[in-house]
C-alpha cells in the first residue's frame, strides 16, 4: 500500500506540474492578447505610467480575456492547492469503495477549477466595467491612482478580516477540510472540490484583484501574488504574516492615494 500510495502522489504531482507549466506558458506567451506578457512586462519596467489605448471588446475578445484570467488563475493557485490535491489522493487510495481513484482526482481538480473559472468570469466583467468607464490602461492596469490605492488598502483590511482568516483555516488544514466536508462517489469529489475552491476563493479573491494594481499580464506581479499565496497557505500558525501583509497593504495603499 505504501508503494502505491507513493506511485499515485507522484504521478498526480507530474500531472499537477505538467497542467501549471502549461498554464504558465500560456499566460507568458500572452493568453491570446496582442502583445505577450513578457513585452508588457518589460514595457511596465522601462516605461511606467505608460498609457496604450485599450483593445476594442468584442465577444472573440471577450473570451480571450476569461481565458487570459483563467489559466493565469491555474498557474497561480493550482501550485498553492496541490498539498490538498495530494492529500486527496491517498485518501482515496485507501477507500476500498473508490474504483478509479485518478478519475476521482480529477474531477476533484476540476470541482477546484469550476470556482476559479467562475471568479475568471467576474474579473473579465469587471476589467470590460473598467475599460469601459475609462479606469483601466491597455496595459491592463487601472488609470485611477487613488482607486489604486484604496484597492490596496481594501485588500490590507481584508487579509485580517473573520472570513479570510476562517477560509485560510481550511487551506492551511486539508485533513480537518476532508474530515468535515467528505462525501463519497465522483458527484462528492466534484463537489468537495468545489467546496476546497470556495475556500481557497475565499482567502485569495481581494489578492488576485490586486493584479487589476500592477497590472494584469505583469509578470512580476503574477509571480510576486503567486509566491505570496503559496507561502501564506503554507505559513501554518503563523498568523504575524497576514498581520503584517495586512500593514504593508494598508500603508502602500495609502501611500498611493495621498501621493495622488
Same mark, same amino acid.
Given at each position: 500500500?505504501?508503494?502505491?500510495?507513493?506511485?499515485?502522489?507522484?504521478?498526480?504531482?507530474?500531472?499537477?506540474?505538467?497542467?501549471?507549466?502549461?498554464?504558465?506558458?500560456?499566460?507568458?506567451?500572452?493568453?491570446?492578447?496582442?502583445?505577450?506578457?513578457?513585452?508588457?512586462?518589460?514595457?511596465?519596467?522601462?516605461?511606467?505610467?505608460?498609457?496604450?489605448?485599450?483593445?476594442?471588446?468584442?465577444?472573440?475578445?471577450?473570451?480571450?480575456?476569461?481565458?487570459?484570467?483563467?489559466?493565469?488563475?491555474?498557474?497561480?493557485?493550482?501550485?498553492?492547492?496541490?498539498?490538498?490535491?495530494?492529500?486527496?489522493?491517498?485518501?482515496?487510495?485507501?477507500?476500498?469503495?473508490?474504483?478509479?481513484?485518478?478519475?476521482?482526482?480529477?474531477?476533484?481538480?476540476?470541482?477546484?477549477?469550476?470556482?476559479?473559472?467562475?471568479?475568471?468570469?467576474?474579473?473579465?466583467?469587471?476589467?470590460?466595467?473598467?475599460?469601459?468607464?475609462?479606469?483601466?490602461?491597455?496595459?491592463?492596469?487601472?488609470?485611477?491612482?487613488? #482607486?489604486?490605492?484604496? !484597492?490596496?488598502? =481594501? &485588500?490590507?483590511?481584508?487579509? *485580517?478580516?473573520?472570513? @479570510?482568516? %476562517?477560509?485560510? +483555516?481550511?487551506?492551511?488544514?486539508?485533513?480537518?477540510?476532508?474530515?468535515?466536508?467528505?462525501?463519497?462517489?465522483?458527484?462528492?469529489?466534484?463537489?468537495?472540490?468545489?467546496?476546497?475552491?470556495?475556500?481557497?476563493?475565499?482567502?485569495?479573491?481581494?489578492?488576485?484583484?490586486?493584479?487589476?494594481?500592477?497590472? #494584469?499580464?505583469?509578470? !512580476?506581479?503574477? =509571480? &510576486?501574488?503567486?509566491?505570496? *499565496?503559496?507561502?501564506? @497557505?503554507? %505559513?501554518?500558525? +503563523?498568523?504575524?504574516?497576514?498581520?503584517?501583509?495586512?500593514?504593508?497593504?494598508?500603508?502602500?495603499?495609502?501611500?498611493?492615494?495621498?501621493?495622488?
Amino acid at each position: 500500500m505504501d508503494r502505491i500510495l507513493k506511485r499515485d502522489r507522484l504521478i498526480v504531482a507530474v500531472g499537477l506540474a505538467l497542467v501549471v507549466v502549461l498554464a504558465a506558458v500560456y499566460t507568458v506567451m500572452g493568453a491570446g492578447m496582442p502583445m505577450s506578457a513578457i513585452t508588457m512586462t518589460q514595457m511596465a519596467i522601462e516605461m511606467p505610467g505608460m498609457m496604450m489605448a485599450s483593445t476594442d471588446w468584442t465577444p472573440r475578445y471577450g473570451l480571450l480575456v476569461f481565458l487570459m484570467w483563467w489559466v493565469m488563475m491555474i498557474a497561480m493557485m493550482v501550485p498553492s492547492a496541490a498539498p490538498t490535491v495530494l492529500l486527496y489522493t491517498g485518501l482515496v487510495r485507501k477507500n476500498k469503495n473508490t474504483e478509479r481513484p485518478y478519475a476521482s482526482v480529477s474531477v476533484f481538480l476540476s470541482g477546484y477549477l469550476i470556482v476559479w473559472g467562475a471568479f475568471s468570469f467576474g474579473a473579465t466583467v469587471l476589467q470590460w466595467a473598467l475599460v469601459s468607464i475609462g479606469h483601466l490602461s491597455g496595459m491592463m492596469e487601472l488609470t485611477k491612482a487613488p #482607486v489604486a490605492g484604496m !484597492l490596496m488598502m =481594501a &485588500a490590507g483590511i481584508y487579509q *485580517v478580516s473573520s472570513l @479570510k482568516q %476562517a477560509c485560510l +483555516r481550511h487551506c492551511q488544514h486539508p485533513l480537518i477540510f476532508f474530515m468535515h466536508n467528505w462525501k463519497s462517489g465522483t458527484y462528492g469529489a466534484l463537489r468537495m472540490g468545489m467546496q476546497n475552491g470556495y475556500f481557497c476563493l475565499g482567502c485569495c479573491w481581494v489578492l488576485m484583484a490586486l493584479l487589476f494594481v500592477g497590472g #494584469v499580464m505583469n509578470l !512580476l506581479w503574477i =509571480a &510576486a501574488l503567486a509566491l505570496f *499565496v503559496g507561502f501564506e @497557505k503554507l %505559513a501554518v500558525d +503563523r498568523p504575524w504574516l497576514t498581520k503584517i501583509s495586512s500593514i504593508a497593504l494598508i500603508g502602500v495603499g495609502l501611500w498611493i492615494v495621498m501621493a495622488a
